[in-house]
């Protein structure tokens, strides 16, 4: 049994979080998001890595638009994009809320997995099953048929321009990010907004994977992953990180979840 000590040590060391393992360069970034499969942008009460805790010791919430971190994740602000941005529009990670509901990376090797987990294949019956919300579908649809388009486009296309709508328009695009029916693909210079296309249009072949895996195989494969650079974790936090019901996770993986308990 690993002391609490040791197991901080390990995270460490798998989470980059020793400075002369830190992260300085975009193709580090790229490294580091390919080694831990999956992490979220900023640490969040989740149990998992992040990239900002790999690039630097302190909390996101305490340094400034002018801090040379920020810049490299959100850009100076003008004409050069961050690393938010750079990474997807390369193609070489997911980025979206596709975790927890947070900013989240996922490296091409497991996305075909989440996408098995969590990707919907038929949107039009998930709507007409009412799993799926009008202003979702219309926005799905908008972007199947237009192609990439910047958010601010987007919402007012759908009828959704002013303040008044903002919360109603970001529940139904963390809708269709959680569902992996769309991918961040692009951004605006200088504006912060970010360009969006349908997953089947920006990574067929991930989905084309997805399509050759069982659900209960992509779980355990998560899962894996996981427990590999966590170390440990309790049942109820990995049924709340990846939105599995407890009974599910008992029942198709009861080996991981009795070594993470």
Known sequence: MLEKEEIEAIRDKNYRRIPELFVRTEEEAIEFINEVGFCFLFPQKYELPSLWGAMCSYPAAKCGWDDPIATLIWGDGQAALGWRDTLPKSRKVFFGKAIAQ???FISLEYLPYFYACYGLLDYEEEYQAGKMSHLAKSIYELLLKEGPTPTRTLRRKVGMRGKQNTYKFD???LELQTNLLIAKVDAVPGFCIDVWDVMERWMPEAIEEAGRIRRQDAMEKILAKYTSIVVV????????????KRGTLYNYLSYYSRECR
């Open 233 to 244: 974790s309790r049942e109820q936090e990995i049924a709340w990180l990846f939105g599995w």
């Open 171 to 173: 529940r139904a695009m």
């Open 102 to 104: 947070k900013p989240s």
